[in-house]
């Protein structure tokens, strides 16, 4: 704990188990490490997802021997295409017990493994220090990595710990000036075989308000088309900032978006293909005759090598920004998803954080808040749902000066609902929108759009969240967090506003037809 | 899901996503196949469980690429440990997309390989029959396996499929003479260094009415102290059965029932250890001098060698058998364990299911329903609380006719609370006792008996499950089962008989001091 705090981890998500008990008992000892509840581990790692994408440096986890790490491991999935860093506790039996096959035995190596690059099991007490240690520097390095300590239970009680000392990860890497002046010959068409136009595609590290301004300048300069990953880990939005296009989820309307050009640079991105596969569809999305030229990649310094990019191709022109006097009006009549990001957009206050798991309705949501008042988007990086409401404990607990909103389809709450209880402990200031149309809405249109045949009378209820509905405000209640149910836009308006003036969370269930 | 069918799989837990939309489609072709959706991977593979547990036969279920599977892990942790056969679908990228690192992609096998013995993926349309065929061979055998199949897209939307023929899996193994001759020369007393007494510990496959009829008909003749494993997968239990005392969880507390034994005869149970290491004591629970004897293991025909054994050694002598007219009166006064465990056996319904989860109070329920109607009761078996709900759902669908109570401890509850919604949305008779003693209360006690100084300030808090309070009865209103709160043992008692007369789910709340 020592060693953490040293290093500059000061909050650990926590859902212990025996194992743990050391570990736990060092909070008392060490008052600058805080300890956050969990009731689930899904809830625990997908806290310090979004804890690592705000606060720019990693949380610590503390679960609970091989199960517990599993119960965590779809969040660190998301977490590491988010490219966010963690150092994962792992409490594990003591060494004379592990041939044992007592019932919580399991390879807790295998489990982390499988997300995890960076594991390790010190076997002594006094080894236990520089692991930490170690992680974090893996934690922190860039790109940042999900580390693992497997703590085994006599390392954590026998005598002879040592606090190790703070080793910070790697800087990120700079982008050479040749790769930049190519970059800028790419973008200036001074390809030999030019077939087409230039697409600037952003992402990752780039997407700060001073990276996507330097993209926009860059963009408004040379006639590029500029685009932003389908799921950025965290982009500054709103008013004052540029307002790229977003790379469309589904496979055709990305590969619209990228058809006529001969030449696409990647910023922080990765090249794009489809989320999913679909007969007789490539998963490619670029032209396949397109130059694909990176300026930079994970773990390079893509701000940087963006603006050195600007000044070279654009010199003064300025990038275009959102305005606030462009966002929605104020909505009335019925809830919908149009009037309900309307709400959002005409209310949603300054710098505030928007975690979205909003999934069918994600774009939507995106489109109506371009001009919202300034904020940063977190979006579900792994596909695997159940990320929103913890990263929303996260980013809470990152920024308390900051009101975050959960954008929450009703299906993807479900996995980590959980959430809600340490949102109601810890007093966070968190807006749940709860975005309840009663159904996995996505997968009716993927049902088809896959080329298979449904949903009939015996597979269409495995699509559907109806019968019985779930009460999301009972739920809330449940987990002691206030939550009320909008009637209507206005009313969902109304209610945004009184939440971001209460502190504390919220829970706003929005029925969808 | 023709083949599983064919080899007498027809029940399907599931949460699918997008690459297994054909998986679901199928089901409207196959309608011999039933398909329950669970709002969390957990609950599907706790249900797995439970069915296996109870049916005697695997069900299937299917997840959503690595993700999905993480989810489902502990559960399937909990059902290894159990030794329930289940085969797991597991949807994966069509093999075009697999290596495009697309925000799905993970190594699904590494996931798989943690909990499951046999993985498979078919490549091919034709090959995915036989490979399930395989599967179930594998989940059928003795003892069962948890076999996984990894189904890619391509596979799945390929024309070509073909049912494979059944193949059961391995029958249990018969248990040689020459063994059951030597078990009984131990029974005997015919060890030439004699400095004890003999204990016989049943588990696994021999906990049938059978099999612990005819460890009680060793027992009585032959003077052997009878025991039954911590964690039995399924018991059967109460009157008219015999009541084996139950291996405490606590290693002191095994220890001394262990105490003074020269000789310890293993039927379907393994070697006895320490649930976790603790400074300073042996994991092993049996005296080190003492011999071990295996009349079965794991996989073997346990429940005939107990049988020859008994008429080897007890003749016509019969077995104690526990008594209706011996269970705990009606309770009055303020809820409790004790008054709850007494309000249950008081009350419980002949042939009816327990899932204990209950953790602390368990051993309370165990000594209070020993004489109770004849019941079912299943454990959780490896220690990865959050298989309670989801076992009641797959006991309920497993057996449609018999009553389920689920004693539920409150923190073990919110890890797959979402199984709420299956008992309600399938209409399954299970009546949940929610035990809500806002505490993680076998930590308070393990903090101590690790040697950790504790619970401070700063580390009571990660123990404790108030501030804020969870309220149960809201939750499972929200999940849409009927909920109420009990007052006191007596209004307890008269809830659990009106849910014991109302079809489909309950929760009863039983708020402890």
């Known amino acids: ?54 606060a720019g440096r990693p949380a610590a986890t503390l679960l609970h021997l091989g199960p517990g790490m599993a119960n965590g491991l779809a969040n660190l999935h998301n977490a590491s295409k988010a490219r966010t860093g963690i150092v994962n506790l792992v409490g594990d039996h003591a060494t004379s017990h592990k041939h044992l096959d ?18 390790r099991t010190p076997r002594r007490a006094d080894d236990v220090g520089p692991a930490v240690a170690e992680a974090v520097t893996a934690a922190t390095g860039r790109p940042a990595e999900i580390a693992t300590v497997i703590l085994r239970a006599d390392a954590a009680w026998t005598e002879g710990g040592r606090v190790a000392a703070a080793r910070p990860g790697a800087p990120a890497f700079p982008v050479p000036d040749a790769t930049i002046d190519a970059v800028a010959a790419a973008l200036r068409g001074e390809r030999s075989n030019r ?25 408004a300069a040379t006639g590029a088309k500029l685009i932003v990953e ?30 006529g050009i001969d030449t696409l640079v990647l910023a922080g991105a990765v090249e794009p293909v489809s989320f999913f596969a679909y007969p007789g569809r490539p998963s490619k999305l670029a032209p396949p005759d397109a130059d694909i030229v990176a300026l930079s990649r994970p773990g390079d310094d893509g701000v940087a090598a963006l603006s050195a990019l600007a000044d070279l191709v654009a010199g003064d022109a300025p990038a275009p920004l959102a305005r606030l006097e462009l966002r929605p009006a104020r909505p009335t009549g019925a809830s919908s998803v149009a009037t309900t990001a309307a709400a959002v957009a005409a209310t949603l206050p300054e710098n ?35 990320d929103g409401l913890p990263m929303a404990v996260g980013a809470a607990v990152a920024c308390p000066d900051r009101r975050v909103v959960a954008l929450q389809a009703d299906g993807s709450a479900m996995y980590t609902i959980q959430a809600l209880w340490t949102m109601a402990r810890e007093g966070l200031d968190v807006t749940v929108v709860m975005l309840s149309n009663r159904a996995y809405a996505i997968l009716n249109y993927e049902m088809r759009r896959v080329g298979a ?16 509905a779930i009460d999301a405000v009972a739920l809330a209640t449940g987990f002691g967090v206030p939550a009320e149910r909008a009637v209507d836009a206005a009313h969902l308006a109304d209610l945004l506003e009184r939440s971001y003036a209460t502190p504390g969370p919220t829970l706003i269930d929005v029925p969808l037809a």
Chains 1, 2 share one sequence.
């Open 453 to 468: 045949t449904g949903a009939g009378d015996r597979s269409g209820p495995l699509l559907s969240l109806d019968n019985p």
């Open 195 to 219: 077939t087409g136009g230039v697409a600037l595609l952003i992402g990752g590290d780039t997407l700060t308000a001073a990276g996507t301004e330097a993209a926009g300048r860059v963009a």
């Open 230 to 259: 389908t799921f950025p880990a965290r982009i500054a939005r709103g008013a004052g900032r540029v307002d790229p296009e977003r790379l469309g989820y589904f496979a055709e309307q990305a590969t619209a978006q990228l058809d």
């Open 352 to 386: 505030a954080i928007i975690c979205d798991e909003s999934v069918s309705a994600s774009a939507v949501f995106a489109d109506a808040t371009a001009h919202a008042a300034p904020h940063d988007w977190l979006r579900l990086t792994g596909g695997a749902i159940g």
């Open 1 to 54: 704990m020592r060693t953490l705090v040293a290093s500059g981890v000061d909050v650990c998500f926590a859902n212990p188990g025996t194992s743990e008990m050391h570990a736990v008992a060092a909070l008392d000892a060490v008052p600058e490490m805080r300890g956050v509840l969990g009731l689930f581990e899904g809830v625990v790692t997908g806290a310090a997802d979004g804890y690592g994408r705000m």
């Open 102 to 119: 007592a019932p919580l035995e399991s390879n807790i190596d295998a489990f982390a493994s499988t997300v995890s690059t960076w594991v």
